[in-house]
């Protein structure tokens, strides 16, 4: 299983960015998955996950409303559009084949600061 994140960077409050995830190494399309985020202080937070076909998503009430996951089956990618960012959701950015994060690959940090 490899995965791996990217897409983040600096940006100021209220601002966006798209994270990316290419997976490998295992029948994609097969599997739900998720994007879990470390913030600074606090554990692992898993915070959206989506069905195998796409058709059913979730959300931790943290980003509910401003983070939508999304994925294309075709071409073994993940996202997340992240909207109306905060200074809290700064912190790095993993994708995972389990909701627990066992199975996560590299991240990428996004930080969001004026």
């Known amino acids: 299983v490899q995965l791996q994140a990217s897409g983040g960077g600096l940006v100021q409050p209220g601002g966006s960015l798209r994270l990316s995830c290419a997976a490998s190494?295992?029948?994609?399309?097969?599997?739900?998955m998720y994007w879990l985020r470390q913030t600074p202080g606090q554990g692992l937070e898993r915070i959206s996950g989506i069905s195998s076909a796409g058709s059913t998503t979730h959300y931790a009430d943290s980003v509910k409303g401003r983070f939508t996951i999304s994925r294309r089956n075709a071409n073994n990618m993940l996202y997340l559009q992240m909207t109306s960012l905060r200074p809290e959701d700064t912190g790095s950015y993993f994708c995972?084949?389990?909701?627990?994060?066992?199975?996560r690959g590299q991240g990428t940090l996004v930080t969001v600061s004026s």
């Open positions: 190494g295992f029948t994609f399309r097969n599997y739900p």
């Open positions: 995972a084949r389990d909701e627990d994060g066992t199975l």
